[in-house]
């Protein structure tokens, strides 16, 4: 017991330290992601491809969870609310559920998985098979030829893909809440529209912003520091759906307090 | 000229260079043997910056290589030609646009018609056919592999070649192939090659000059005859393994 309490303070210290290292190589990417933004020749070409890939490859899986999310909103506010409450409000609820919290953040943990977890593993694999050692070698920076497109395919596209996912989602629920409830079009669009802001609409848009950084820059971090071989890939892919999943509730609280409560 | 002079290394506790020193004279082929595990790589790894230093100096045509500006680095990277242990190849990546990426001249590389000459010229310097080019790494055998990471390293047309261990896990045919390879790149490009190996019959086949690392230094220097007649326990005991078989034990 007492040996125990001895060795807290160096777990703690290493703990510590080993947190503040993984500061300063975050802080070190970053920064070599915006000194190689200026060799765009080199960048702009492998992002299309990227966005395509991603925006692509994630429509469907965003439109069928946010679509199901949408239904399920619809179905649940008309069991809780029917009688107590004006049938309009169901299209306030669902429109906001869907604009401010599900759209964006439903959106954000599935590209969390998606996206998260295919960037950390191409670039483990790439860090561990020497990959990106020979781009290096070859006098080629791994910032414009990898993480650049990666990134920036990822802050266009998840924001886009949010869009898609709201509208989904809304739609999914304005279907769904006619098929259980005595709602007209004009209750369900006075409802949507009786509560609803302009900032609404960027408030997703600035989350999903927030969330596509928090998808990108940390997996391709964990990729790109990825250790001891096959093994270091799969804590590195874990690592960052994990981590980036996590940041995404947090910066969910964060930005509700900040943007809408300030 | 590379030139290593005191170079210390250490990963945690443990010590992979201990003051190495160690010379490449212009158009010599030096292999730079030791057992597995020994830092071979690791030194390798500093000529071209991969690694830097706890201490010591790493020079490279009198450039001290841990003081280069990131330009002044990629520039310097662009004379030598790395050729990883297992290829390195870009998987998602052509066999074609892969020795592509070797061209570091920026101009060469975004000028299609001398890509699509000076691919097929490498894939020939390296006994590969031009259809070879359409391949993925994948669809290619483990001495394909090492032949393509041959020719990505020569596309630029390097001062020096700097081979890692460029016959582990060949068989003996292929591993010929590769050593005839080295040797006929060092003599037609009249290139400054640095082999890592552990193969001592293959290193003497190809090399001028062969070097012993052994507990983070190196122990000897010298030709493969000077080689075999050394006296010194730790090249006794390296030698051991196969020393019966070579043919200059005959």
């Given amino acids: ?262 | 000229m590379i030139e290593l002079r005191g170079v210390r290394k250490r990963f945690g506790d443990q010590v992979v260079l201990d003051g190495v020193d160690f010379t490449v004279g212009d158009g010599e082929t030096v292999a730079l043997l030791g057992p597995s595990g020994t830092g071979k790589s690791v030194l390798l790894k500093h000529i071209i910056g991969l690694i830097r230093p706890d201490a010591g100096a790493v020079i490279v045509d009198g450039r001290e290589v841990a003081r280069l500006g990131r330009k002044e680095l990629s520039e310097l990277r662009t004379t030598i030609g790395y050729v990883f242990q297992n290829g390195a190849l870009f998987d998602s990546m052509s066999v074609f646009e892969n020795i592509r990426l070797g061209i570091t001249d920026e101009k060469l590389f975004n000028d299609r018609a001398y890509c699509a000459e000076r691919i097929p010229e490498c894939l020939k310097l390296v006994n590969l056919e031009p259809e070879a080019a359409e391949k993925l790494p994948a669809q290619l055998s483990g001495g394909m592999r090492k032949r393509v990471g041959i020719a990505r390293a020569i596309a630029g047309q390097p001062k020096y070649l700097l081979y890692d261990e460029p016959t582990s896990g060949l068989d003996p045919v292929n591993a010929d192939i590769i050593d005839d390879l080295v040797k006929h790149l060092a003599e037609t490009l009249g290139v400054t090659s640095v082999m890592v190996t552990h193969d001592v019959r293959g290193a003497f086949r190809v090399s001028d000059r062969v070097a012993l690392l052994s507990d983070g230094q190196i122990v000897l220097e010298g030709t493969p005859k000077e080689f075999l007649a050394s006296a010194d326990p730790r090249v006794r005991a390296f030698l051991e393994r196969d020393f019966h078989n070579h043919p200059f034990a005959a």
């Fill in chain 1, 1 to 262: 017991m007492f040996e125990t309490l001895l060795r807290l303070p160096h777990a703690i210290g290493r703990a510590v330290l080993r947190s503040l290292a993984h500061v300063g190589r975050f802080s070190l990417l970053t920064a070599e992601l915006f000194r190689a933004l200026g060799e765009w020749r080199i960048w702009l070409p492998r992002t299309l491809d990227e966005a395509r890939n991603i925006g692509i490859g994630s429509l469907f899986i965003v439109l069928l969870i946010s679509g199901f999310a949408g239904a399920v909103t619809a179905l649940q506010t008309g069991y809780q609310f029917t009688g107590s409450l004006p049938l309009y409000v169901v299209g306030t609820l669902i429109v906001e559920s869907i604009v401010l919290e599900l759209g964006p953040v439903l959106t954000g943990l599935i590209l969390a998985g998606r996206i998260g977890a295919r960037y950390a593993a191409e670039l483990g694999t790439m860090r561990v098979t020497e990959q990106i050692d020979a781009l290096e070698s070859l006098g080629r920076s791994p910032a414009s030829h990898l993480l650049i497109p990666r990134v920036l395919a990822g802050l266009v596209m998840v924001p886009v893909l949010t869009v898609f996912a709201n509208a989904i989602g809304v739609l999914a629920g304005w279907w769904s809440a006619k098929q259980v409830l005595p709602i007209s079009n004009t209750d369900f669009t006075y409802g949507a529209q009786y509560y609803w802001r302009p900032f609404d609409a960027w408030y997703s848009l600035i989350k999903a912003f927030f969330f596509a950084a928090s998808i990108t820059l940390i997996p391709c971090y964990m990729g790109f520091n990825t250790k001891q071989g096959a093994e270091g890939v799969g804590r590195a892919v874990t690592t960052a759906v994990v981590a980036s999943s996590v940041i995404i509730l947090l910066l969910d609280t964060v930005l509700a307090r900040i943007l809408l409560h300030s």
